[in-house]
């Protein structure tokens, strides 16, 4: 499973690894987006709009704590991890995971402490009508476990840059969410009140947060077996090469979460907590296409990272080019899918979250365009370009804000959509310039392209024509559901080779479980 890898090698064995650690992290990543997706509906149906709405507040002031205490150090390992590895480093690694780790903690208490003392005024400042003081116990509840969700985050990410996925999947991407919605079901099924779903949520990350410690050091012991008396490079130096790079994308990740997250709670303060729930609970089917970039995202990450460092341009862009048309097949069908259904998806919350129909329609198009650029901020990253990659999240912040109040007041959830609509655009338009101008990678190429042809007449061109035939309907989407899947797989058999589908289905056999060395 770990293995040390200089950057050298077959550059025709490059998308296979790709295809094993990201067909392995697809497999996690679907689970915790499916999974996620069932508590949402949980939620939603066990409290109902208004009541879900203030549980979705408070986990958006959840997450946005929680990646503020991360400071980017979880994308900061994983980069480091793989570098020193290739570079035959690996007895620098102890030192980093307490130069990455310690500091993350400390900013978790620190946090939880901030967020004890002020949970009056932040309900009373996101809550609205009767629901003003509705989110002190959760807050009360959930900053217990901000420390331990911060360290588990970085703690994770530290062992995909050891190269292997199975951490990460298996307890980040389904133990977790898994946890949480057995503990909301129970919650609801005993009509528990704010406390115990606050416990629903909390526990869980506390579990994982053992199991990702432990699974790290014992990544970090084995690997420095290889150590042969080498010579440390000084804490001191290392703190300075860490945060150097980790600082900017600290800033980063903060302000990203908060573009993801930031809506909710502007929706529920200057409309309704209602709002805010039927505003989530629409967006979160995004979150099941956004699966497939987080899959691929973790698996291309120390490639990109090992292959820049050995100076391998040409073989990281084919990489990049690989992971890009596969994100394209997987997701490109999903969010048409999901614009052209939107209407009959949002029914699964109930008939009062109707209104959210449009909200999904927006972002579905947004993420089109987000999935054609590929894993394009991660490419960003790995080249060492943390600061422009932090530029890039205030600028689409700021138009994410400077809308959001702008469109809200008037237009609602609607306005709140193309707000975040702008952001993605923004977030994804933005790196792939600089990737292409300065690291002279471009995501687009014959697969891509092929990519795109097949999917939009095929998931667009016979969705809008059943929509329009038998009406917005459950079985115009079944009709379209078979039609569709079943003329797609004819023609990625005949694409195949431009699609690079090879190494991709046999990623999927017994053997794809275990992650090769990164080159």
Excluded at 63 to 81: C, K, P, Q
Excluded at 174 to 189: D, E, N, S, W, Y
Excluded at 243 to 253: C, D, K, Q, V
Excluded at 343 to 370: H, K, N, R
């Amino acid at each position: 499973m770990t293995t040390s890898a200089p950057a050298t090698g077959d550059p025709s064995r490059d998308l296979s690894r790709l295809a094993r650690g990201g067909a392995l992290n697809l497999a996690g990543s679907v689970a915790y987006g499916l999974l996620n997706f069932v508590l949402v509906i949980i939620v939603t149906r066990g409290l109902g709009k208004d009541a879900s709405g203030v549980f979705f507040e408070a986990v958006a002031l959840f997450v946005i704590a929680s990646n503020t205490a991360e400071l980017g150090a979880d994308t900061g390992l994983v980069r480091m991890i793989a570098r020193y590895r290739t570079l035959d480093r690996v007895h620098d690694i102890r030192w980093t995971l307490v130069v990455a780790l310690v500091p993350v903690a400390i900013a978790g208490v620190g946090l939880a402490l901030v967020g004890l003392y002020y949970a009056q005024p932040l309900s009373g400042l996101f809550g609205s009508g009767k629901h003003t003081d509705a989110l002190v116990p959760y807050i009360e509840l959930l900053i217990l476990f901000l420390p331990l969700s911060a360290i588990n985050t970085v703690a994770i990410a530290g062992t995909r840059g050891f190269g292997t996925m199975i951490p990460s999947v298996t307890v980040d991407r389904i133990f977790k969410p898994l946890g949480q919605c057995v503990m909301a079901l129970a919650a609801v099924a005993f009509s528990a009140g704010s406390a115990a779903f606050a416990l629903a949520y909390g526990l869980p990350i506390g579990l994982s947060f053992v199991a990702a410690v432990t699974w790290l050091l014992v990544l970090e012991r084995r690997s420095e077996r290889r150590m042969h008396g080498r010579e440390v490079t000084p804490p001191r130096r290392l703190f300075s090469e860490f945060w150097r790079f980790t600082a900017p994308r600290g800033l980063a990740g903060v302000f990203q979460v908060m573009i993801l997250w930031l809506d909710t709670l502007l929706i529920g303060a200057l409309r309704s907590s209602g709002e805010a729930a039927v505003y989530t609970a629409s967006s979160r089917y995004i979150v099941i296409g956004q699966a497939i970039l987080q899959a691929m995202v973790q698996a291309i990450a120390p490639q990109i990272s090992s292959l820049l460092a050995a100076r391998e341009h040409d073989r990281a862009e084919s990489v990049y080019q690989a992971g890009t048309t596969w994100l394209m097949v997987m997701s490109w069908p999903i969010y048409l899918t999901m614009a052209v259904f939107a209407p009959v998806l949002v029914l699964v919350f109930g008939a009062s979250f109707t209104t959210g129909g449009p909200v999904l329609v927006i972002l579905s198009l947004a993420m089109l365009v987000s999935m054609a650029c590929g894993p394009v901020d991660v490419v960003l990253l790995m080249g060492g370009k943390s600061w422009w990659s932090a530029a890039n999240t205030i600028i689409a912040l700021v138009l994410n804000v400077i809308l959001n109040l702008l469109l809200i007041p008037p237009f609602g959830i609607t306005g709140s959509a193309v707000a975040w609509f702008v952001s993605i655009l923004v977030r994804n338009i933005l790196p792939l310039i600089q990737v292409s101008r300065f690291l002279g990678l471009t995501p687009f190429g014959p697969g891509s392209r092929a990519a795109a042809l097949a999917s939009v007449p095929i998931f667009g061109g016979i969705g809008l024509a059943c929509r329009f035939v038998l009406g917005p309907t459950v079985l115009s989407m079944l009709v379209f559901a078979v039609t569709s899947c079943s003329v797609y797989a004819v023609v990625l058999w005949r694409l195949r080779d431009t699609l690079q589908l090879r190494e991709l289905v046999a990623s999927l056999r017994p053997k794809a479980g275990r992650v090769e060395p990164l080159a």
